[in-house]
C-alpha cells in the first residue's frame, strides 16, 4: 500500500508541476507594445490574399479535389 501512495503523490506533484508551467506562459502585453505584435510582418501569412489566389489557382489546375473548397477538381493542369 505505501508504494501505491508515493506514486498518487509523485502523479499530483508532477500535475501540479506542469499546470504551474502551462499558466507561466501567458504574459501581459502592455498597450504600447501591442503596436509592435500588430505589424504585417508578425503575422504567420503576411500576404493572406496573395496566398489564397495562389491555392486558388494550384486547386484550378489540379484534377483532385482541393482541401479549401468543396466540390471535385476537374482542372487539365494547364496553366
Known amino acids: 500500500m ?4 508515493k506514486l498518487k503523490q509523485f ?3 508532477l500535475q501540479i508541476l506542469i499546470l504551474s508551467v502551462a499558466v507561466s506562459g501567458c504574459a501581459h502585453v502592455a498597450a504600447w ?19 489564397h489566389i495562389q491555392l486558388h489557382n494550384y486547386s484550378s489546375r489540379e484534377a483532385a479535389a482541393s482541401t479549401h473548397s468543396t466540390d471535385g477538381g476537374g482542372g487539365c493542369g494547364c496553366y
Do not use: F, S, T, V
Not at 2 to 5: D, G, R, S, T, V
Not at 33 to 51: F, S, V
Open 11 to 13: 502523479w499530483i506533484i
Open 2 to 5: 505505501l508504494p501505491n501512495m
Open 33 to 51: 507594445e501591442r503596436g509592435h505584435l500588430a505589424k504585417p510582418q508578425m503575422a504567420i501569412d503576411p500576404y493572406p490574399l496573395q496566398n
